[in-house]
């Protein structure tokens, strides 16, 4: 980076500090800062949708359909998310590839479970073994933000279906006596005031989110977490111009300030956005009932 | 060998009893749900002794929380702050690390670098800070009149915190309470995945579960088998604490009492 960074042996103090943290692998590290941004602000849109559809599809008049969002819900908030994210980056890699599998290759008259082996004939390998290595890393960050809004969708679906039964029967009622049809009522009265019910909700499930992103690390993505062990590790001249000590725990403390300092931004944040959309609002989320615990409006004794 | 030869050799496989080896090749049904459910031992181990020891500390950070005493005050809210605002995913990874670096100058804190100790460290304190939120909100909404009944009888002080605020605190609390206990037993599933070791490969369920994963390169057994054990972990939860709820709210006429895991709200790390 800097010239005097040529020869990292006779630095001492700020300057071999800064010549440290300016090298090759740091600036990887500063990118994996990125990839965090870039995973919340594809999965959290991402997670809203299938919580809109999870929610929908539980309230739906269609039992089957109805079965299928509570299932849904359900399922995914009764098991440790770790397992969901563990879980489903296999099986849906598994899964892709059998639909290839199945689609390009017709022929193919071996099993595809052999043993403790999967296999797939070469045309099905998702990505190709013979693509990039950016196609491989971008394929497992998709994964990734798929398995994410997956687990947070059932999250949101479950805010969003206590959000829609917030919005007071009389409006609906209202709609429905000026003619609408059911769907017209549900998107022209119900849907446009759920929002203000859920927003609390949706504020928790952000900030969770965010507390996710370091699981990034175990779904196999050069994240953070990956960086900060590797760049932290004992360093030894033979392999490196900046030989040091056991530093993780300082790269670890540099994320925790991080994440820290993310989510107090993010509080700030939402706090504004929550008196701009409950302004003039009668609610109680907009006046006291948000400060509390959740759960513990309705619980005590008037 | 029989399904009951496998229950014995590896029931208490995650504490060090029984057979040395895991199974290598040819994984049964047996083998998985056996191994997997020896090491939900070590998940109710963290999750119950963090519950109970972060409930103490929680009142505390509550009362703290809430005292006027900025000495009081302040510890408190940066705890909560501390432990509530960042992924408890990096604070195991932190406090490994850090736990590490302290026993290479204080080598009497040696166990804290394993699981049993360290861990159980990191989630009591992290519970204890998402509890003394819920009781802090709780306490804020303790009405005045209870409070003002209690100075009327003369009680004051600790007997009027004892008797009359603190029962009441967690009567409006535990339906959030129920809700962190159950991702509480969730999140002990990160402690073997995050820097801990599993010494000789005593690890907890999830551990097995990803094992069993490995190597048979199939994740459609091994981890139903984990959800199904955590279904009913949550469901065992839910039913103490519910019990725990009726004994709480047990001088209230019936229709007024808090139905626990009613109305079901996110709050997890």
Same mark, same amino acid.
Do not use: C, H, I
């Given at each position: 980076m800097f010239a005097v960074c040529a020869t990292p042996d006779t630095l001492s103090g700020l300057t071999w500090l800064s010549c440290y943290l300016t090298t090759g692998k740091h600036f990887a590290f500063y990118g994996a800062f990125g990839t965090v941004l870039l995973l919340l602000a594809v999965t959290a849109p991402v997670a809203l949708a299938f919580g809109f559809g999870g929610a929908v599809a539980a309230r739906s008049r269609f039992a089957p359909l109805s079965w299928f969002g509570k299932g849904y819900i359900a399922v995914v908030r009764g098991v440790p998310d770790i397992a969901f994210f563990l879980f489903f980056v296999i099986a849906l890699d598994q899964g892709i590839e059998w639909l290839r599998h199945k689609a390009k290759c017709p022929d193919w008259d071996q099993p595809i479970r052999q043993g403790n082996d999967f296999l797939v004939c070469p045309d099905a390998k998702m990505p190709l073994s013979t693509s990039a290595q950016w196609v491989h890393e971008a394929y497992g960050f998709w994964l990734a933000v798929f398995t994410f809004s997956l687990v947070f969708g059932a999250f949101a679906a479950n805010v969003l279906f206590g959000a829609m039964r917030s919005v007071p029967r009389g409006q609906v009622e209202t709609a429905e006596a000026y003619g609408m049809t059911r769907r017209q009522a549900f998107r022209r009265v119900l849907v446009p005031q759920m929002w203000v019910y859920a927003l609390p909700g949706l504020s928790n499930l952000w900030m969770v989110l965010i507390k996710a992103t370091p699981l990034l690390f175990l779904l196999g993505v050069e994240d953070i977490v990956y960086w900060a062990r590797d760049l932290g590790g004992t360093k030894t001249p033979q392999f490196t111009d900046y030989p040091h000590g056991d530093w993780r725990m300082w790269y670890f403390l540099f994320l925790l300030v991080f994440y820290l300092g993310f989510t107090r931004l993010s509080e700030i944040v939402l706090e504004r956005l929550m008196q701009r959309l409950t302004r003039g609002q009668a609610t109680l989320g907009g006046t006291s009932g948000r400060d509390e615990a959740p759960g513990m409006t309705q619980v005590g004794p008037p | 060998m029989s399904c009951w030869e496998t229950v014995a050799d590896y029931a208490f496989r995650s504490l060090g009893y029984g057979e040395r080896l895991l199974p290598r090749a040819d994984f049964t049904l047996c083998q998985q749900v056996t191994l997997i459910g020896s090491g939900m031992i070590w998940n109710i181990y963290f999750g119950v002794l963090a519950l109970l020891s972060g409930f103490v500390l929680a009142t505390a950070l509550a009362m703290g929380k809430a005292a006027r005493s900025r000495w009081l005050r302040k510890p408190a809210e940066w705890t909560i702050f501390v432990f509530r605002g960042s992924p408890l995913f990096i604070q195991f990874f932190f406090a490994y690390f850090l736990f590490l670096s302290l026993k290479s100058s204080?080598? $009497? +804190?040696? $166990? +804290?670098?394993?699981?049993?100790l360290g861990a159980a460290v990191v989630l009591f304190l992290n519970t204890a800070a998402y509890s003394g939120e819920i009781f802090f909100g709780a306490l804020r909404s303790v009405p005045r009149g209870e409070v003002e009944a209690a100075d009327a009888y003369g009680l004051t002080g600790w007997s009027r915190f004892r008797r009359v605020i603190w029962p009441t605190m967690l009567r409006l609390a535990w339906p959030a309470y129920t809700n962190e206990a159950i991702f509480l037993f969730h999140a002990t599933t990160l402690v073997f995945i995050s820097g801990f070791p599993a010494a000789r490969q005593q690890g907890d369920a999830l551990y097995y579960a990803s094992y069993f994963a490995d190597k048979t390169f199939n994740p459609f057994v091994p981890y139903p088998i984990l959800a199904g054990y955590f279904i009913l972990l949550t469901l065992a939860v839910i039913g103490v604490m519910g019990l725990i709820n009726r004994r709480l709210n047990r001088h209230l006429p019936a229709e007024r009492t808090a139905r626990s895991g009613g109305r079901f709200k996110v709050l997890f790390r």
């Open positions: - | 204080v080598p $009497a +804190l040696d $166990a +804290l670098t394993s699981a049993w």
